[in-house]
């Protein structure tokens, strides 16, 4: 499998961010899509453009700084730009490791602007920087979820919602008991007609689900859906507990049904629950595929090791970020990604802190069908 550092809707055009400083505009033009490889020199470009009928000078700061705020160099270009006219600049630097960094822009000693690069984000190496926390083996949170699983007595249950209903799909409203007797509550769809079918899980963050549910359904067609909404109840181990034993017993959920093929079950995450997919395969050992969508690891970094987290990971595994999030998150998806040892893709937008819902579905399928090959 490949891995790939672009966008797919962002491949036309070469500017993409757009800052103004005063009467000089900022325009950062993608190189690259802003990831470097097999370089020491990583370069930045900026187009100073001047839209007044009067020549204007600029005193331009390029800043570089590592993914835990260390700066490392400054770096000055100075000069004037015609009227009606733009100046290109061009800033490179040696990258001393591979990882994220933060380019700061100022001009005339006010900031106007920045971004995130990256240089080799496969090549991160696991557990090497600050974030790595080193308070055990991820293993002991999977063996306590397996603990939880054994104990708890199946309950689920589904009813024909025939509102949501369609013509190609039965839509069930669905609930099951979990952890502490708390109900965990989604919707179900099954293709009308079919049997064993594919199955995608999504688990969805009770404060983000959609006003209308199926706006929270996206598997592609033919495959059934079981949308799980997950509140993340309690704190620090306690909600990791709760949100892990959720989602596998919606795994078990849809192991049992018999018009699901049980070699094809899928589960996706965005945010809290993409971790949560990330790692299902380390708990489950009916997934066929893990689809994880700018991933929040923080829950898990600070209590297990970044190689413990993604080296239990065995099933093909998609990881979909935005460069324009936080330059620790990003060091942290990266050195868990780095970390799994099987199939796996990932792909960035370079100008986002996130991924478009269209987008990101378009990825997932798109992988779905190279798993076939």
């Not at 990831?35 to 020199?41: E, I, K, W």
């Not at 900031?111 to 920087?129: F, H, L, S």
């Not at 066929?288 to 080296?311: E, H, I, M, N, Q």
């Not at 990881?319 to 792909?347: M, P």
Request: hydrophobic share 40%.
């Amino acid at each position: 499998m490949r891995s790939v550092l672009m966008a797919f809707i962002l491949l036309m055009g070469g500017v993409v961010q757009v800052y103004a400083s005063d009467t000089l505009a900022l325009r950062v033009k993608r190189n690259s899509d802003w990831a470097f490889y097999g370089t020491d020199s990583p370069t930045v470009k900026v187009a100073l453009v001047n839209g007044k009928q009067v020549e204007r000078d600029f005193n331009f700061l390029c800043r570089i700084s590592d993914s835990a705020g260390k700066p490392l160099y400054e770096l000055q270009q100075e000069g004037k730009v015609p009227p009606l006219d733009s100046s290109l600049l061009s800033f490179s630097f040696k990258a001393i490791s591979p990882g994220f960094y933060n380019v700061g822009f100022c001009n005339n000693g006010k900031v106007v602007g920045g971004m995130n690069i990256a240089y080799e984000p496969e090549k991160i190496a696991v557990g090497n920087d600050s974030i790595a926390g080193d308070k055990g083996d991820f293993r002991s949170i999977a063996y306590k979820v397996a603990l939880e699983r054994r104990e708890l007595k199946p309950q689920f249950s589904l009813l024909h919602n025939r509102n949501l209903s369609g013509r190609e799909k039965n839509v069930y409203s669905f609930s099951m008991v979990s952890r502490g007797d708390c109900r965990v509550l989604g919707y179900a769809a099954f293709p009308k007609g079919k049997k064993l079918v594919p199955m995608l899980v999504t688990l969805v963050a009770e404060d983000e689900r959609a006003g209308n549910p199926l706006a929270d359904f996206t598997a592609p067609a033919g495959c059934a859906e079981l949308v799980v909404y997950i509140a993340g109840r309690g704190r620090g181990e306690e909600k990791v507990l709760n949100m892990l034993t959720d989602m596998v017993l919606a795994l078990d959920f849809a192991a049992q049904r018999a018009e699901i093929d049980k070699s094809a079950i899928f589960v996706q995450g965005a945010g809290s629950t993409a971790s949560c997919a990330f790692v299902s395969s380390a708990l489950s050992e009916s997934i066929a595929g893990a689809f994880a969508c700018s991933p929040d690891f923080s829950f898990f970094t600070g209590r297990y090791t970044l190689t413990s987290v993604g080296k239990n990971v065995s099933a093909p595994v998609l990881l979909g970020t935005g460069l324009q999030r936080d330059i620790v998150s990003l060091q942290e998806c990266f050195s868990i990604f780095n970390a799994v040892t099987g199939v796996k893709e990932y792909f960035v937008d370079p100008s986002g802190s996130g991924i478009g819902r269209k987008q990101w579905r378009h990825m997932r399928d798109m992988f779905m069908l190279r798993l076939k090959d």
